[in-house]
């Protein structure tokens, strides 16, 4: 727990000290906070009243840090905060520009449910969209208008109804929300869920839309990539989003334009896309770069790229190093390394059952064994109930395979 005081940035409002308190979903001490307050994503910030009262909440991060000094320095003064809303609810329960923020906050919070009833009744109350806005993206648009596309999202993601969104671009033709809500489509429906013939249509008129979109394309893209097919549709629509997106490379297009060259057999034109997603990926890239070399034959350049100097470089981050071993555990290769990143992960997060399931794994791959049954163990006295099963999995192998071990040995 840390406490700070007055800080010139949050405003002179700020005449007594305030309290900061920092918990993490690994640490089991953290756990009744997290469900007290049903936090379900991190990093969440949550400003409460000395009574433990939620004042309002912030989901996500994302930079400048000045744009989140704003929205807590709002916050602390009561503008548009939950509480704040609540209140004007009370007194107004008609008011179009409560019911929409209102509606964001409880979407914010993944309760869905209840943001739908409000956004209902904005679209109820405001069918024309004249009682107000909000800026998307620089852009005005009615409250009414983006409680619909709201709606529509939650209706795709839900799978309760993909036709909403589909009216919501046809309704809202030149909205600023619209290319959002294509790629909402691409990924939720039109990527895994629809016949190859309904996504052809569907990423044809996408690209249509938005030719110069590397966005849109490389949607395309990936659809392909999930086929195998059309591969010289593919490429074509792969090299256009990568000189599309040539003044700010995008990795992401690049390793799928990797990805189209290893599925044309092209190792070369494949390693080279890859070479460059590697200059400019994030963390979150690496494995996927990796996963390109690897299939082309150079396992060299995968452990240069996502090999032992990444443990190195991420020996404090509990979930980096639970993705890298997964990753060569899958794999069956550099399992040393593997094992030594499972080792930190579990000392970083020992009260998640499944760090010490995955150790198991390792050691069962590497046959030792016993150390994959105390893991194993481990694992099972961690888990909740509906993760026992899951763990039992791993123990019934690991004795299997002493079993025939012992067999062989003593024959």
């Not at 004042?55 to 704040?84: C, H, M, Q, S």
């Not at 109804?161 to 294509?182: M, T």
């Not at 060299?300 to 443990?311: F, K, S």
Request: proline share 5%; glycine share 6%.
């Amino acid at each position: 727990m840390e406490q700070f005081y007055e800080n010139p940035k949050f405003g002179s409002f700020l005449s007594k000290s305030f309290v900061l308190y920092r918990v993490f979903i690994q640490d089991p001490a953290g756990e009744p906070t997290f469900n007290r307050y049903a936090v379900k994503s991190t990093p969440t910030v949550m400003v409460l009243d000395p009574d433990g009262a939620e004042i309002d909440w912030f989901v996500g991060y994302g930079p400048p840090p000045e744009k989140f000094l704003d929205k807590l320095d709002k916050a602390l003064r009561g503008v548009d905060t939950f509480k704040n809303l609540s209140a004007r609810y009370v007194r107004d329960p008609d008011n179009v520009e409560v019911l929409f923020k209102l509606g964001q906050k409880q979407d914010q919070r993944f309760r869905s449910k209840t943001a739908a009833e409000l956004y209902g009744r904005v679209l109820a109350l405001d069918p024309g969209g004249t009682k107000g806005a909000t800026v998307f993206q620089n852009e005005k648009v009615s409250y009414a208008q983006y409680a619909r596309f709201n709606l529509g999202y939650h209706a795709l993601a839900e799978k309760t109804d993909v036709l909403q969104l589909k009216a919501f671009v046809k309704a809202y033709p030149d909205s600023a929300i619209v290319k959002e809500a294509y790629e909402l489509m691409s990924t939720d429906l039109y990527l895994n869920n629809a016949s190859g013939a309904e996504a052809e249509a569907f990423f044809q008129e996408y690209a249509g839309r938005f030719p110069s979109d590397p966005a849109a394309l490389n949607s395309w893209v990936r659809r392909i990539l999930r086929d195998k097919a059309p591969i010289a549709k593919g490429i074509e629509l792969a090299e256009k989003a990568a000189a599309l997106s040539r003044a700010k490379p995008d990795p992401e297009i690049l390793i799928n334009l990797a990805g189209i060259y290893l599925l044309k057999g092209d190792k070369s034109k494949a390693i080279s896309a890859a070479e460059d997603a590697a200059k400019i990926a994030e963390d979150r890239w690496l494995s996927k770069i990796a996963g390109v070399f690897l299939e082309a034959g150079r396992e060299d350049r995968a452990l240069a790229v996502y090999g032992p100097d990444y443990v190195r470089k991420n020996y404090k981050k509990g979930l980096g190093l639970t993705r890298y071993m997964n990753f060569w555990m899958n794999r069956d290769t550099n399992l040393e390394s593997a094992l030594d990143a499972a080792k930190r992960a579990v000392e970083l997060m020992p009260g998640n059952f499944m760090v010490w399931n995955w150790m198991s794994r390792i050691y069962l791959k590497r046959m030792n064994y016993p150390e994959a049954l105390k893991a194993a163990e481990k694992a099972l006295a961690a888990a909740p109930q509906d993760g026992k099963a899951l763990v039992q999995v791993t123990l019934d192998e690991i004795k299997s395979k002493m079993e025939k071990d012992k067999r062989r040995r003593d024959s």
